[in-house]
């Protein structure tokens, strides 16, 4: 007699094992996640928050995001907005709500042109609140914000970069001054960027960074593809370069969900560059090894 396979309904799964199931499909693809969420009002509140960890917007979604800020308490983005990339296509008036409710955000991506808007006004009442691990800035801005930082009493808004350990400063083709702000009090950074696609980054900048930055282990220089011959001469091995991506916002994107990206291929460039060679004789035996 040929037994019959075992069956049973996935709802008489346990909630936990259910939610774990929920969970782990959710994380696993983000499309996935947006379809769960129509499940069930059980399965909205535990896919919500993966759908809301990485934000990004833009001139056709901001509206939209505006919107549910104001359908739900303040604390639910504050807790659960992450990531945040607020595009060039952000007005700043948008930006400026949408960063006083996500208030947690530790990976933020600000790409406003607030300082077009407001010449006059500072983004430091923006940035200050926010405790971030990783931030990726025009460079006008950011020199905007640290000359603030400067005028402010001591540790009055430190907060923000006391344990940034990723920075990358985007150089926008208006920028004309080309320069850097004092990085010397970024303590933590570990990880630079320096992002200009339409002129090769000046020597004199590489050479600032690794000064003014004691603990950096890679410096990235994303330029043009037709400028990744120009380098400098003297390299420090920590300098690695890589072509401008053609949609920077997807490839910030994957920096968070773990996809093939810009940083991730530096970082695999530069730990090529620090293996050892491994050199053989003819006879296959690996050179310094004793043969028995």
Not at 66 to 79: G, H, M, N, W
Not at 83 to 93: A, E, F, H, R, W
Not at 270 to 284: C, I, R, T, W
Request: charged share 20%; aromatic share 8%.
């Amino acid at each position: 007699m040929s037994s019959s396979p075992l069956r049973f309904r996935f709802i008489e799964l346990p909630l936990e094992l259910q939610r774990e199931i929920f969970l782990a499909s959710g994380l696993e693809d983000i499309n996935n996640a947006t379809r769960l969420v129509c499940v069930s009002k059980r399965a909205y509140n535990w896919i919500a928050p993966i759908i809301y960890n990485m934000v990004t917007l833009g001139s056709e979604d901001t509206a939209l995001f505006l919107r549910t800020l104001a359908s739900k308490p303040a604390e639910f983005f504050a807790t659960h907005v992450k990531c945040l990339c607020l595009s060039v296509s952000v007005t700043p008036v948008d930006a400026e709500k949408i960063l006083s409710i996500c208030s947690g955000v530790r990976r933020l991506a600000f790409w406003v042109n607030y300082l077009s808007a407001f010449p006059g006004k500072s983004i430091t009442h923006l940035i200050s609140p926010l405790s971030l691990r990783r931030l990726s800035i025009e460079a006008r801005h950011l020199r905007s914000l640290r000359q603030s930082s400067l005028k402010a009493r001591a540790g009055e808004d430190s907060r923000w970069y006391t344990n940034l350990t990723h920075l990358d400063i985007v150089f926008w083709p208006e920028d004309t001054s080309l320069t850097l702000p004092d990085l010397t009090h970024f303590r933590s950074l570990t990880h630079v960027g320096l992002w200009q696609s339409h002129r090769p980054v000046e020597e004199k900048l590489i050479s600032e960074v690794l000064d003014s930055c004691k603990r950096v282990q890679i410096l990235l220089v994303v330029v043009h593809e037709s400028d990744m011959t120009q380098r400098p001469c003297a390299q420090d091995r920590r300098v690695v370069f890589m072509p401008y991506p053609t949609a920077v916002v997807v490839d910030w994107e994957a920096s968070f969900t773990g996809k093939p990206n810009t940083w991730s291929r530096a970082q695999e460039a530069y730990l090529a560059a620090a293996k050892p060679p491994n050199v053989s004789d003819p006879n296959g035996h690996n050179s310094g090894e004793i043969s028995s």
